[in-house]
Structures are given as C-alpha cells and as structure tokens.
C-alpha cells in the first residue's frame, strides 16, 4: 500500500519544491582540515550500521500507546475534555498521538537528508565536505527506519508540520552557506535530538528504544558537527552578520517551540481545539516538556556565538534559559552510552535464547 493512502490528511503527490539560493563551492586546498572535524569524520565512518540488521523488527508495538508511554505524559490529562472522552476515544487519540509524533520525526530526517547534501555542495572548506557526505547517510538511514517503523506498526502519516516546513524552506533558501547549518545542525537536529532522549528514556517498548537510541548515537555527531563548523566563522563576523543570523535563531526557536504542541491531532479528531491548546500551554507537564526540548538548542547557540541580548530575552521569554548550563560533550557522551548500552543488551537476549534453544535440544535428545 502506497504511503498516500495511509495519510491523516491528503498531501499532494507531486514533490515540494524548495529553491535553492546559493553557489557549490569547490576546494583546490586537499591537504590538512580541523583535527576535530577530521576526527568526526572518521567516527562518522566507523559508525555506519545497517537499519534492516541491527534492529530487532519483529517486536510488536501497541498502535495505541507507540512508546509505551506512562499515562503521567499524556498532554491533556486532568483535562475536562480527556475525562469526558470514552475508552474507545482515548485509544483512538493515542494511535493518532503516536502517528503525528513519528511522522514529524520521519519528515525532520527526510529534511536533514536535503540539508546535509546541500551542506556537502555549498560549504567552503574540504574537511566539513567529509563529514557532510557521512551525514547524508545517516539521514538516508533514518529516513529509511522512521518510514518502516510508521508504515509497518503504526499504518497512519501525518503531513509535515508548517513550522518544520517553514524552517527547512527558510534554511535551504537562503544562500548564505552557514545559514543551512544553523537551521539544521543547531536548530532542527538539536530540538530532535531533544525530543528523541526524551521519548528514548520515558518509553517503554523495546523496539522504539532501540530506534531512538541508535538514532540518537549519530544526531549527536551531527550537533557537534555544525557547533564546530560554525563557531570560529562566527567569531568572524561583523556586529550586522551576527546580528542577523540570531535574528535567525530567535524566529526558528519560536517555530520549533511550537513544532510539538500537537495541534494537528486536535484538528483531525474533530476536538475542541482552542481549549485543547490553552490545557497544553498552560501545564506543568508541557512547561517541563517544552524546557526539556530546548536542552540541546540553548547550549549550543551560545557556545557558536550567538549569545545577544536578543537570543537570551527570547529564551528568558520560553522559560529555558538555563539551559545554556548544559554540558553538550557530556550529553553526547552518554548518547553514545546508551546506544551501546541497547547493543549489549540484545546481544545478551539473543544468547540466552541461543542457550535456552540448545539445551531444550539437549533434554528432548536425552529423553
């Protein structure tokens, strides 16, 4: 069944076209490159793994309830709408909860995948080509997973989000190199690599831990990527230049503050919207969610640079300003921990079974 057929909502069968702005820039300088950004590449390339091996796919998810998710995380609890829907309402809202928030995932790395071939052409300098080029895969290998994972255990899209889309569309067109890497690299892949911890950690079906782990161990490659790249250029810059990319920075955190409040879900249901927003704006649960979402993003623009009154104000203005406290090497870190962590898991799952299979051989031989 074509995926076209599975939308929430139909989307146009012709492709979006986003123009781009901009030159590819070629390099004659092949010797040498930034020991760090060389480093990431080469790590880039030892971390490769195959979506269709390393996944354990045959694990059933509960269409209602995607992740597993404890019922504290529902962003209408206590709500007198959620206390006046039915059972069969409330599965219904959680299959098409799980829908939207997979399908933004999917659409937010089928972006990174044109962002990062685009950053491969339009960056100066060779070292961050390499890297770049070992993004792409990546994000051709998540864009590959997310898309089973929908298709096959959840059998529902959702269309992108206009926010995202707008964000993607802004970072492609302009034709200041460094402006895809900031909209991407800091801006997308950091709220994502936010959200993805997030449900990575509270979920508790096996296989979207293991999705969002593995995912995880390479977006914190790719956020380190485009701190490095950006940080000395815009130490660079002019009072004007910075000035406008966190102008930049201020917008698309506005955008992507509200890229998860879920509003798509509300509409297709046919609930009462405008009170189903003022319930998640104003609780604690999406205060705290909302915080944590931005616990990547804020450390990151201050460490490139981009740290003017502006940036903080809006910040100050969302509530996650502290952030900027956050330790982004130690995050990465236990990333790349966790990841591993699933690894070894599985590993000891499928030798346990193995023993279990050969001694159960053994007392039927015996027998």
């Known amino acids: 069944m074509s995926s076209f057929d599975l939308y929430t909502t139909p989307v146009p069968d012709e492709t979006w076209n986003v123009p781009m702005a901009g030159a590819s820039r ?13 480093g990431l590449y080469q790590k880039g390339k030892d971390k490769q793994w195959d979506a269709q091996k390393r996944i354990d796919w045959d694990l059933e998810v509960d269409p209602d309830n995607v992740a597993g998710l404890p019922e504290e995380f ?18 219904e809202f959680g299959r098409h909860q799980g829908a939207w928030l997979f399908s933004q ?51 529902m899209y959702y269309p992108v989000n206009q926010d995202l889309a707008r964000l993607l569309a802004e970072s492609l067109e ?5 402006l895809p890497y900031l909209g991407m690299q800091v801006l997308i892949e950091g709220l994502a690599l936010a959200a993805f911890g997030l449900y990575r950690d509270m979920s508790t079906n096996p296989l979207v831990k293991q999705l969002l782990a593995y995912v995880m161990q390479d977006e914190a490659r790719h956020v380190a990527f485009g701190r490095l790249a950006l940080k000395d250029y815009y130490a660079q810059l002019t009072e004007k230049e910075r000035a406008e990319r966190e102008e930049f ?67 100050a203005d969302m509530g996650v300003l502290d952030n900027a406290k956050a330790d982004l090497e130690a995050l990465m870190r236990q990333d790349e921990e966790i990841a591993e ?27």
């Open 26 to 38: 070629f390099t004659w300088e092949y010797d040498g490159g930034r020991d760090r950004l060389l």
């Open 249 to 315: 920075v201020v917008e698309g955190c506005y955008l992507m503050r509200d890229r998860f409040k879920g509003r798509e879900v509300f509409e297709q249901l046919g609930m009462p919207v405008a009170e189903c927003m003022e319930y998640v704006d104003n609780s604690a649960m999406y205060t705290l969610y909302q915080s944590l979402l931005f616990s990547r993003i804020v450390p990151c623009v201050k460490d490139v640079g981009l740290w003017g009154d502006k940036v903080q104000a809006a910040y």
């Open 105 to 155: 995932f999917l659409h937010g790395e089928q972006g990174a995948l044109n962002v990062s071939a685009r950053i491969v052409q339009s960056v100066p300098d060779l070292d961050a080509k390499f890297y770049a080029a070992t993004q792409t895969m990546d994000e051709a290998r998540h864009v590959e997973l997310y898309t089973r994972f929908v298709h096959e255990k959840i059998g």
């Open 174 to 178: 302009d034709s200041r190199w460094d």
């Open 74 to 91: 529902n962003p209408l609890l206590g709500s007198a709408v959620w206390d006046k829907m039915s059972q069969k309402e409330r599965d």
């Open 341 to 367: 962590k699933v690894d070894e898991e599985r590993y000891a799952q499928e030798v346990a079974a193995r023993k279990q299979e050969v001694d159960e051989a053994i007392a039927l031989g015996g027998a």
